[in-house]
C-alpha cells in the first residue's frame, strides 16, 4: 500500500502561480513513478506530468512551457509548479503513484482560476 496526501491549491488569477506538492509513505520501494493528474465534473481524469524513479519527465502538450514537474526522490515526493495559469486549468489535481502492484491516488486538492 502507499499512501499519498496532496498540499497546496486554491484560488489565483489568470496569468497566476501555484505549487502542488504531494508526500508518500507506505511501500514507497514499490512506486516507479509519481505524478499529476487533474479531473473536472463529466471528464475524465487526465494526464497532467510525472517523473519516473529514473527522472524521466512526461508532461501533457496543454501544460508544456508552464508547468514543471520535479522531485528530490521521486518515490517519496513530488512538486508540480503552475505557472501562467489558465481558466481551462480549473480543476481538481490528483496525485498519482505508479507502482508495481498498481496504481494509488491522493484525495485530490482543488485548483481554481478566476478571471
Known amino acids: 500500500q502507499v499512501q499519498l496526501v496532496e498540499s497546496g491549491g486554491g484560488l489565483v488569477q489568470t496569468g497566476g502561480s501555484l505549487r502542488l506538492s504531494c508526500a508518500a509513505s507506505?511501500?514507497?520501494?514499490?512506486?516507479?513513478?509519481l505524478g499529476w493528474y487533474r479531473q473536472t465534473p463529466g471528464k475524465q481524469r487526465e494526464l497532467v506530468a510525472t517523473?519516473?524513479?529514473?527522472?524521466?519527465?512526461n508532461y501533457a502538450a496543454s501544460v508544456k512551457g508552464r508547468f514543471t514537474i520535479s522531485s528530490d526522490n521521486p518515490k517519496k515526493s513530488v512538486t508540480l509548479q503552475m505557472n501562467m495559469l489558465e481558466l481551462e486549468d480549473t480543476a481538481v489535481y490528483y496525485c498519482?503513484?505508479?507502482?508495481?502492484?498498481?496504481?494509488?491516488w491522493g484525495r485530490g486538492t482543488q485548483v481554481t482560476v478566476s478571471s
Open positions: 507506505g511501500n514507497i520501494f514499490s512506486i516507479t513513478a
Open positions: 498519482n503513484a505508479d507502482t508495481d502492484r498498481g496504481w494509488y
Open positions: 517523473i519516473a524513479s529514473n527522472g524521466g519527465r
